[in-house]
């Protein structure tokens, strides 16, 4: 997928991408700045970019594209149905946004975000602790509503912070050591590991050296965070920690 995904946007000369969130924006920053010459529009729905960070982080980020030549088109939006996932290649097509604009492009991504794929717990006994988004609500100690012995962890939890890779491994790490508790005794609820919401720093990168990122007392833009969050995405220290060998 990915390696037709390179092809396409080899063959275009004008991207356009759906979605202003992190993925959205390091899509468009990869593409400007890999391929300067190509035409880049992103199209995003809401009043400014990564509405996870702060307005400041986001003014920095619209900046730092918007520098770069790329056409970032705010409180618009397109019709995904009509414009299909962006699987294939077709050639120059025109896009019509919710404001009445035109935007012409070789190959397009939808890079918005989805439901949280839980519709089919609805129908079971963990139905009931759905909450308007589709999340499953958790405890302190991540259980799933008023029941003793199951756990959530990750994107589908309703836990309020960024629904990130890392922070689900600490929700694994934490409902592991409670598991382990339970199954030795049915011990004092007071002995469980609590988890407490992370408020840690979120960085998206931009391109190969620069990046953004919402530290609590800050934002950052250029080169420092940038070198801050790893080339791999962290992919190494995952492998590490799952004890999985390295690809050589």
Excluded at 74 to 99: E, V
Excluded at 181 to 189: D, F, I, K, M, T
Aim: net charge positive; hydrophobic share 40%; with cysteine.
């Amino acid at each position: 997928m990915f390696h037709r995904d390179k092809d396409r946007i080899a063959a275009a000369s004008s991207v356009l991408i759906i979605g202003g969130g992190p993925i959205g924006v390091e899509l468009a920053a990869e593409i400007i700045m890999d391929s300067p010459d190509k035409r880049v529009t992103l199209v995003h729905g809401g009043p400014r970019l990564l509405m996870v960070m702060s307005p400041r982080a986001s003014a920095k980020a619209l900046e730092w594209l918007r520098s770069k030549n790329v056409t970032v088109l705010l409180d618009q939006t397109i019709d995904i149905d009509l414009a299909g996932t962006g699987d294939g290649y077709d050639g120059q097509r025109d896009f019509t946004t919710s404001a009445g604009e035109t935007v012409s492009a070789d190959c397009h991504f939808v890079c918005t975000g989805r439901p949280v794929a839980s519709g089919w717990l609805r129908g079971t006994f963990l139905g009931e602790y759905i909450d308007a988004d589709g999340r499953l609500v958790v405890d302190e100690h991540l259980r799933v509503g008023r029941l003793k012995n199951v756990f959530a962890i990750g994107d589908i939890t309703d836990v309020p912070e960024a629904k990130q890779g890392y922070l689900a491994q600490r929700h694994a790490m934490v409902v592991s050591r409670n598991l382990r508790l339970l199954l030795r005794s049915a011990g004092p609820e007071h002995k469980l590991h609590r988890y407490k919401a992370s408020k840690a720093a979120i960085t998206v990168t931009l391109g190969r050296r620069d990046a953004v990122s919402e530290l609590p007392f800050m934002s950052l833009i250029g080169h420092i965070p940038g070198v801050v969050k790893p080339r791999d995405l962290y992919v190494s220290r995952t492998r590490r920690m799952m004890g999985i060998k390295e690809i050589s």
